[in-house]
T-cell receptor, first 113, second 117 residues
Framework: KQEVTQIPAALSVPEGENLVLNCSFTDSAIYNLQWFRQDPGKGLTSLLLIQSSQREQTSGRLNASLDKSSGRSTLYIAASQPGDSATYLCAAYLMDSNYQLIWGAGTKLIIKP | GAVVSQHPSWVICKSGTSVKIECRSLDFQATTMFWYRQFPKQSLMLMATSNEGSKATYEQGVEKDKFLINHASLTLSTLTVTSAHPEDSSFYIC?????????????FGPGTRLTVL
């Protein structure tokens, strides 16, 4: 059974620092992996989608990597800003007919001004 | 492209009443829709998967008679919480997978916050 784990559960860093959020999955037979951002009381914002054939994706100050063999994905945030404060969720797509998602519990990120 | 809407965005109802939440794919046809619920400070929990024109597949522990899902068209799925109780208060999020754009990913609605008094 696929399980997705995110460590740490919470992270607080000063503004301007670079940081890495971790996501691990137990079964390397995933299809794609996606990182989302969720602000308190709000819906999901898709940040980056890494296809199974890719190793990384970049968007602005965000870079996500995927290593299927080790069962790990990381989200790198450069030059963090207070507006980056949110909960970050990673989710792995199963190779089933519906491309079902398996979710991590999220990392709550606080960027201190 | 690939926009999913939900209505209402929030709803407050009395215990015992039924509430219907709509999920629409605005610019693509959604062959599969997913319904999730999220409790405070927790991740998303998949409730059910529905393919257009067929009965929904519910996850273990989700009462199909309480959470009625209808996916009658390729652009609309509804979740009806029947005889709602305070423990049903939660954030409900739908997602859709379609035939245009990327068919191997899910596109998410903005969520509906349900509060049952």
């Amino acid at each position: 059974k696929q399980e997705v784990t995110q460590i740490p559960a919470a992270l607080s860093v000063p503004e301007g620092e670079n940081l890495v959020l971790n996501c691990s999955f137990t079964d390397s037979a995933i299809y794609n992996l996606q990182w989302f951002r969720q602000d308190p009381g709000k819906g999901l914002t898709s940040l980056l989608l890494i296809q199974s054939s890719q190793r990384e994706q970049t968007s602005g100050r965000l870079n996500a990597s995927l290593d299927k063999s080790s069962g790990r994905s990381t989200l790198y945030i450069a030059a963090s800003q207070p507006g980056d404060s949110a909960t970050y969720l990673c989710a792995a797509y199963l190779m089933d007919s519906n491309y079902q998602l398996i979710w991590g519990a999220g990392t709550k990120l606080i960027i201190k001004p | 492209g690939a926009v999913v809407s939900q209505h209402p965005s929030w709803v407050i109802c009395k215990s015992g009443t039924s509430v219907k939440i709509e999920c629409r794919s605005l610019d693509f046809q959604a062959t599969t829709m997913f319904w999730y619920r999220q409790f405070p400070k927790q991740s998303l929990m998949l409730m059910a998967t529905s393919n257009e024109g067929s009965k929904a597949t519910y996850e273990q522990g989700v009462e199909k008679d309480k959470f009625l899902i209808n996916h009658a068209s390729l652009t609309l799925s509804t979740l009806t919480v029947t005889s709602a109780h305070p423990e049903d208060s939660s954030f409900y999020i739908c997602s859709a997978r379609g035939t245009s754009g990327r068919s191997d990913t899910q596109y998410f609605g903005p969520g509906t916050r349900l509060t049952v008094l």
